[in-house]
């Protein structure tokens, strides 16, 4: 398969995830994900620089390629974000992983100072998330843990954080009989609960009215 490669950083291209964590699910492996996002990136390159900015991310794939290697697979996602497939793996593992990698990520010490003199500090906030315990589809898993990462975020940064259950309002409030017994049918002919059934065509009606973009702004 040819695979693109980010130049800055010498990871896969985020373009490829979909289809790598698909074809694992279509095989019926156990996956974890982890999503991992850069703390402050906007701060960091305008008191430091853009050349502090690149080299942070060169320090995060470095450790990265260091923990997690074949048949795991590591992309650089959405900018300032990366993503960790990890193919036979739980969830539990992966945030052991994923906490050694936070870990080294902020006990680096990079020689970079701002104008008044104050020295880099790099960290990172992530995601975990795992297939089949948090969804049947990469939409159900990439959510999760993006979900995650939001979450340690708003705790304070420099944290991992595990996908948690999500607990839905019961449908019967909100949809007519005929409604549900349709949903059901979908469901059972192709294979997927009605609960991410529900998820997606909610999904769906968000990215048509661009909440998406609403998300936390980035919270960078």
């Known amino acids: 398969m040819d695979r693109t490669t980010d130049k800055l950083t010498g990871l896969y291209s985020g373009a490829d995830l979909n289809a790598d964590m698909e074809a694992l699910i279509a095989a019926g492996k156990e996956l974890a994900f982890i999503a991992v996002d850069i703390d402050n990136l906007m701060t960091m390159d305008e008191q430091y620089g853009h050349e502090a900015g690149d080299a942070v991310f060169r320090l995060i794939a470095k450790h990265i390629k260091a923990l997690f290697s074949e048949p795991c697979a590591a992309y650089r996602d959405k900018g300032d974000e990366f993503a960790i497939l990890m193919p036979d793996s739980g969830k539990e593992e992966a945030f052991l992983k994923a906490e050694e990698l936070r870990k080294l ?69 909100h949809y007519t009989q005929a409604q549900l017994e349709k949903l059901t049918i979908i ?34």
């Open 187 to 220: 469901s059972d002919k192709i294979g997927v609960g009605e609960a991410t059934l529900l998820r997606e065509a909610l999904d769906d009606l968000l990215r048509k009215y661009d909440v998406e973009h609403v998300r936390i702004e980035k919270l960078s």
């Open 105 to 173: 990520v902020c006990g680096e010490k990079l020689d970079y100072k701002s104008a008044e003199g104050k020295p880099l500090k790099q960290t990172v906030s992530m995601g975990v998330s795992s297939y089949p315990d948090d969804g049947s589809r990469p939409a159900d898993i990439l959510r999760r843990a993006d979900s995650a990462m939001a979450r340690a975020k708003k705790n304070g940064r420099n944290i991992v954080l595990l996908a948690k259950e999500e607990k839905l309002t019961p449908k019967t409030s």
